[in-house]
């Protein structure tokens, strides 16, 4: 990586491309991108959102949600809401920048968003969830309105 790409984002783009590229077997790395991995958006993240905020494609293979933020903020109630910004990529279209805030009121999971070491199952099965509620979202935007007030076109 260059000196002008050496921030905390796009080292961990380089590595979500790295477990892209291998998501079947063990990554081992060994490098020190200057202070990435002390910064606040690395080091911030519990578990849950740490991997909330991967990129993934749909099932299908015709939708990249390619996650450039992702901001957890917790309410006194133990609900919490997240935002992400998305770029939504698709083959034969242009790419679109979106705010999506998902209101999250299931205290179910409320220890898997801030255990640092929640168990895996349960944390498959949130990822699955929220990643649904997302598709969910994209392919209902248009003629939902409740789903149509969960995201916003970036500006």
């Given at each position: 990586m260059t000196a002008s790409s050496r921030n905390s984002v796009l080292y961990q783009q380089f590595l979500q491309l790295l477990e892209d590229a291998n998501p079947d077997g063990e990554i081992w790395i060994v490098t020190d991108n200057l202070s990435s991995h002390n910064s606040l958006?690395?080091?911030?993240?519990?578990?849950?959102?740490?991997?909330?905020?991967?990129?993934?494609?749909?099932?299908?293979?015709?939708?990249?949600?390619?996650?450039?933020?992702?901001?957890?903020?917790?309410?006194?109630?133990?609900?919490?809401?997240?935002?992400?910004?998305?770029?939504?990529?698709?083959?034969?279209?242009?790419?679109?920048?979106?705010?999506?805030?998902?209101?999250?009121?299931?205290?179910?999971?409320?220890?898997?968003?801030?255990?640092?070491?929640p168990d895996p199952e349960c944390l498959r099965q949130l990822v699955e969830l929220v990643r649904g509620l997302l598709e969910e979202w994209w392919d209902t935007r248009g003629y939902n309105r409740h789903f149509a007030k969960m995201g916003r076109r970036c500006t």
């Amino acid at each position: 990586m260059t000196a002008s790409s050496r921030n905390s984002v796009l080292y961990q783009q380089f590595l979500q491309l790295l477990e892209d590229a291998n998501p079947d077997g063990e990554i081992w790395i060994v490098t020190d991108n200057l202070s990435s991995h002390n910064s606040l958006h690395t080091v911030a993240h519990t578990p849950a959102e740490g991997v909330l905020a991967r990129s993934y494609t749909s099932d299908d293979g015709t939708i990249r949600f390619n996650v450039t933020d992702l901001t957890v903020d917790h309410q006194p109630d133990r609900s919490l809401t997240l935002t992400y910004r998305l770029t939504i990529e698709r083959k034969g279209h242009a790419d679109e920048c979106w705010v999506f805030t998902l209101p999250w009121s299931d205290r179910s999971f409320v220890d898997v968003f801030t255990s640092p070491a929640p168990d895996p199952e349960c944390l498959r099965q949130l990822v699955e969830l929220v990643r649904g509620l997302l598709e969910e979202w994209w392919d209902t935007r248009g003629y939902n309105r409740h789903f149509a007030k969960m995201g916003r076109r970036c500006t």
